[in-house]
């Protein structure tokens, strides 16, 4: 059974930069698919970002060429490297494990981490 949990959230000024971590504990890491989601207040859970066990990445359109998702299967946590940041990327961000070869999220939920961007 793998556990992950987030962190590396803040506040940061708009165009800033935040790095996002999502370590894991328990089963062999390295064999899972992860992803990125975030939810802003009222809205619904969005995907963000994507790796495969194999290291392929996908990317929602909004966040293409801001957002750099990477893994460390040895430290057991995949990363979030956000730049350019906007207000709208003002969200609790959530990782969890990846139904195999979809973006779609299998695992429960944890906190999550609030990223919190001013203009």
């Known amino acids: 059974q793998v556990q992950l949990v987030e962190s590396g959230g803040g506040l940061v000024q708009a165009g800033g930069s935040l790095r996002l971590s999502c370590a894991a504990s328990?089963?062999?890491?390295?064999?899972?698919?992860v992803g990125w989601f975030r939810q802003a207040p009222g809205n619904q859970r969005e995907f963000v970002a994507s790796?495969?066990?194999?290291?392929?990445?996908n990317y929602a359109d909004s966040m293409k060429g801001r957002f750099t998702i990477s893994r460390d299967d040895f430290k057991k946590t995949v990363y979030l490297e956000m730049n350019s940041l906007k207000p709208e990327d003002t969200a609790v961000y959530y990782c969890?494990?990846?139904?195999?070869?979809?973006?779609?999220?299998?695992?429960?939920w944890g906190r999550g981490t609030q990223v919190t961007v001013s203009p």
């Open positions: 969890n494990l990846l139904v195999r070869f979809t973006n779609s999220p299998r695992g429960t």
């Open positions: 328990g089963s062999i890491f390295s064999t899972y698919d």
């Open positions: 790796i495969r066990s194999a290291g392929n990445t």
